[in-house]
C-alpha cells in the first residue's frame, strides 16, 4: 500500500501564492505520473497539472501561466508551485499517483488539502 500525504494548503488572498507538496510512502515500486487535481464545491474533479517520471508536463488550461508542477523522484514527491491565485481556485486539492506494480497497474489519492482564495 501506498500513503500520499499533502501539504500547505490553507487561506489565501487574491494575487497571492502557494506551494502544494505531497510525499508518497509505502510499498513504493516504480512511480510513473504524479499530479494534482482539484474539486470545487459542486463540480467534478479535475486535472491541475501532471508530471511524467521523465520529467514531462501537464497543466489545465486555467493554470497554465500561473502553476509549476515539480518531483523529486529520489524523495517520491511531487510539489506544485501557483502563483497569482484567484478565487476560482479555491477547491480541495489532491495529489495523485500512478504506479507499476508487480501485481499491475496501481493508482492512488491523498486526502485533500483545502485551499481557499479569498480577501
Known amino acids: 500500500q501506498v500513503q500520499l500525504v499533502e501539504s500547505g494548503g490553507g487561506l489565501v488572498q487574491p494575487g497571492g501564492s502557494l506551494r502544494l507538496s505531497c510525499a508518497a510512502s509505502g510499498s513504493i515500486f516504480n512511480i510513473l505520473g504524479m499530479g494534482w487535481y482539484r474539486q470545487a464545491p459542486g463540480k467534478q474533479r479535475e486535472l491541475v497539472a501532471g508530471i511524467s517520471n521523465p520529467g514531462f508536463t501537464n497543466y489545465a488550461d486555467s493554470v497554465k501561466d500561473r502553476a509549476t508542477i515539480s518531483r523529486d523522484n529520489a524523495k517520491n514527491t511531487v510539489s506544485l508551485q501557483m502563483n497569482s491565485l484567484k478565487p476560482e481556485d479555491t477547491a480541495v486539492y489532491y495529489c495523485?499517483?500512478?504506479?507499476?506494480?508487480?501485481?499491475?497497474?496501481?493508482?492512488?489519492w491523498g486526502q485533500g488539502t483545502q485551499v481557499t482564495v479569498s480577501s
Open positions: 495523485h499517483s500512478d504506479h507499476r506494480t508487480p501485481w499491475g497497474p496501481k493508482e492512488y
